[in-house]
């Protein structure tokens, strides 16, 4: 009996932590793509502005800069960093050509404001959704971890003088691994976060 007891112990306090886990949440900028479930992958987004140099830059440069921030000197004192660098370089320049040709012949992943959690995904978008909308979305975690899942739209509602939209969002098909994947990356940039502060005020 004392054991069965203490195993339904163990069982409610691992399903209370898993519940923690799975709610907490981080303010971030990730590399995002995001549609209409059922919108073709290559189709153009209504409402979302052109590509700039900037948004490209910003897309091309974030996974290095995310590396470097997660290595430290470790990265900065390689070889290899300037190589990634140049394809940094050369990725920009094909990219910034190709979008001054035909600005709808590539899309990108682009930098975006969310929430994050492990629920669920909230995030800034120009282009507004409706409740129960399903969303195919695309994000990568840094330095370089890509997440592919469905959300289903909660909650829209219009920005306070600025345009756009906050689209709030649960997931409804996340695989166990990518789930695993965005729980470790709230959890480091909390930490990293934590001990940041720290430090500054040390």
Same mark, same amino acid.
């Given at each position: 009996?004392?054991?069965?007891?203490?195993?339904?112990?163990? #069982?409610?306090?691992?399903?209370?932590?898993?519940?923690r886990?799975?709610?907490?949440?981080?303010?971030?900028?990730?590399?995002?793509?995001?549609r209409?479930?059922?919108?073709?992958?290559?189709?153009?987004?209504? +409402?979302?502005?052109?590509?700039?140099? %900037?948004m490209?830059?910003?897309?091309? +440069?974030?996974?290095?800069?995310?590396?470097?921030?997660k290595? +430290?000197d470790?990265?900065? %004192?390689?070889?290899?960093?300037?190589?990634? $660098?140049?394809?940094?370089?050369? $990725?920009?320049?094909?990219?910034?050509?190709?979008?001054?040709? @035909?600005?709808?012949?590539? !899309?990108?992943?682009?930098?975006?404001?969310?929430n994050?959690?492990? +629920?669920?995904?909230?995030?800034?978008?120009?282009?507004?959704f409706?409740?129960?909308?399903?969303? !195919?979305?695309k994000?990568?975690?840094?330095?370089?971890?890509?997440?592919?899942?469905?959300? @289903?739209?909660?909650?829209? !509602?219009?920005?306070?003088?600025?345009?756009?939209?906050?689209?709030?969002?649960?997931?409804?098909?996340?695989?166990?691994?990518? #789930?695993?994947?965005?729980?470790?990356?709230?959890?480091?940039?909390?930490?990293?976060?934590l001990?940041?502060?720290?430090q500054?005020?040390?």
């Amino acid at each position: 009996m004392q054991t069965a007891n203490h195993t339904q112990s163990l #069982h409610e306090a691992s399903t209370a932590t898993d519940e923690r886990r799975e709610w907490i949440r981080v303010d971030d900028h990730l590399l995002m793509e995001f549609r209409l479930a059922n919108e073709a992958p290559d189709a153009p987004q209504p +409402g979302t502005p052109p590509l700039t140099d %900037d948004m490209i830059a910003a897309a091309v +440069g974030k996974p290095t800069a995310d590396l470097l921030a997660k290595s +430290g000197d470790a990265l900065a %004192d390689s070889p290899l960093l300037p190589w990634i $660098m140049k394809v940094d370089w050369l $990725m920009e320049v094909l990219l910034r050509g190709m979008a001054h040709i @035909k600005p709808d012949s590539i !899309s990108i992943a682009r930098v975006t404001e969310v929430n994050i959690s492990g +629920g669920g995904i909230s995030f800034i978008s120009p282009r507004s959704f409706k409740e129960a909308d399903l969303l !195919s979305l695309k994000m990568i975690l840094p330095p370089f971890t890509p997440v592919h899942t469905t959300a @289903k739209v909660i909650r829209t !509602s219009p920005l306070s003088g600025t345009p756009g939209h906050l689209i709030a969002t649960q997931y409804v098909d996340l695989t166990p691994d990518d #789930h695993e994947h965005i729980i470790r990356h709230i959890i480091q940039t909390q930490a990293e976060r934590l001990r940041a502060r720290r430090q500054n005020n040390a």
